[in-house]
């Protein structure tokens, strides 16, 4: 048997039993960094099915929800400690010009949710050639 010393996290427990929702869940936690021609982007998701997770991007935001369900226990169990967070997080991210959100990788493995986002070509140096200075006119008629 486990102690508990949280005097309110009792009275989560007891409100989740009564009402037959869970806790507010905290936000998920993330990683995000540029590897050479991506930026990439790392979720935390324990516990959550591929299935409960959505990803959209609508102009330049980026939005992740997923769900944590309350596992299925039988009718006698009874709860002696939770403190995983369950329910629906979501977390949005304004993504930059730079990037080309049409072509998004999205991977989920032990848990964690990782986004590849691919950098534009058109925001990647390139070289510029320089003309020799005398640029052909052209008439354009109507």
């Keep these: ?18 009402t037959g929702t869970w806790s507010k869940p905290s936000a998920m936690p993330m990683d995000a960094y540029r590897d ?9 998701l324990p516990g959550v099915p591929r299935d409960a ?5 609508e102009r330049n ?5 997923a769900e944590r369900r309350p596992p299925q226990k039988a009718e006698d169990v ?13 977390r949005q991210i304004v993504l930059a ?7 998004i990788q999205a ?3 032990t848990g964690v949710l990782t986004l590849r986002i691919p950098i534009a070509q058109r925001a990647k140096p390139h070289k ?7 640029s052909a006119h052209t008439q354009i008629e109507s």
């Design 107 to 109: 991977d989920y493995e």
């Design 1 to 18: 048997m486990l102690m508990r010393t949280d005097p309110f996290r009792e009275l989560d427990r007891l409100a989740q039993q009564i």
């Design 128 to 134: 510029i050639s320089i003309g020799s200075g005398q």
């Design 97 to 103: 010009d730079t990037l080309d959100t049409e072509n």
């Design 78 to 90: 009874q709860m002696e400690l939770s403190e995983r967070p369950l329910g629906i997080f979501s």
């Design 53 to 57: 997770i959505d990803i959209d991007v």
């Design 61 to 65: 935001m980026l939005t992740v929800r």
């Design 36 to 44: 050479h021609d991506e930026y990439v982007v790392a979720f935390d």
